[in-house]
C-alpha cells in the first residue's frame, strides 16, 4: 500500500504558475506508475497527466500539453506536476494517483487532494 500527500496549491492569476507535489510513503515508490487528476465542482475527475515508474514515459491531457509538465523523483519519493500559463478553467482539486499499472491509475491509490484556483 502507498499514501499519498499533495501540496503546493493555492490562489494564482491567469497566466501564472504553480507547482505541485505529491509525496509518497509505504512501499516503494519506484514500483507505481504515478498521475494527476483533477475535478472541478460539479464536473467528473479528468486525467490531466501521467508518468511511468522509471520517469521515461510521460501523457498528458490535450488541454495540458504545452503547459503543464510531470516530473518524478524516485530518490525523494514525490511527483510533481508543474503548471504554468494557468487559466481559470484550470480551477480545480488536483489529486495525486498511484498505479502498479500505468493505464489504470484510477483504479490505484489517491492523495486526499489540494485546490487549485486560477483568477480572471
Known amino acids: 500500500q502507498v499514501q499519498l500527500v499533495e501540496s503546493g496549491g493555492g490562489l494564482v492569476q491567469a497566466g501564472g504558475s504553480l507547482r505541485l507535489s505529491c509525496a509518497a510513503s509505504?512501499?516503494?515508490?519506484?514500483?507505481?506508475?504515478m498521475g494527476w487528476f483533477r475535478q472541478a465542482p460539479g464536473k467528473e475527475r479528468e486525467f490531466v497527466a501521467a508518468?511511468?515508474?522509471?520517469?521515461?514515459?510521460?501523457y498528458y491531457v490535450d488541454s495540458a500539453t504545452g503547459r503543464f509538465t510531470i516530473s518524478r523523483d524516485n530518490a525523494k519519493n514525490t511527483v510533481y506536476l508543474q503548471m504554468n500559463s494557468l487559466k481559470p478553467e484550470d480551477t480545480a482539486v488536483y489529486y495525486c494517483?498511484?498505479?502498479?499499472?500505468?493505464?489504470?491509475?484510477?483504479?490505484?491509490?489517491w492523495g486526499q487532494g489540494t485546490q487549485v484556483t486560477v483568477s480572471s
Open positions: 494517483a498511484a498505479n502498479e499499472d500505468y493505464g489504470s491509475l484510477r483504479h490505484g491509490y
Open positions: 509505504g512501499r516503494a515508490f519506484r514500483s507505481y506508475a
Open positions: 508518468i511511468s515508474r522509471s520517469g521515461g514515459s510521460t
